[in-house]
């Protein structure tokens, strides 16, 4: 029900990159996805991720290695884009 868009992962200096990443709800507007979680992973050696989003709240987990996105409330034939800076 959902559609990546063309993610992107740019090496800004030997130890930071950025990374961005646009999902669609590829399903009828009349209809609401609930608790949707987006998990991006990053290398092992990242040290702090400063993360920016259109809806929802995203954090780093350490435990994971990912960017965590938990969007609750995700209507139909909607895009949400997610901006991060990884610090390794």
Known sequence: PFKLISPIVREL?????EVQVTIKSVFHNKLV???VVVKIPC???TAKCKVIVAA???KYKAENSA????IKRFPGDTEYTLSAEVEL
Not at 67 to 70: A, D, E, F, P
């Open 67 to 70: 960017i965590v996105w938990q």
């Open 13 to 17: 200096s030997k130890n930071r990159l």
């Open 33 to 35: 996805g609930k608790n």
């Open 43 to 45: 290398p092992k050696n």
């Open 56 to 58: 929802g709240a995203a």
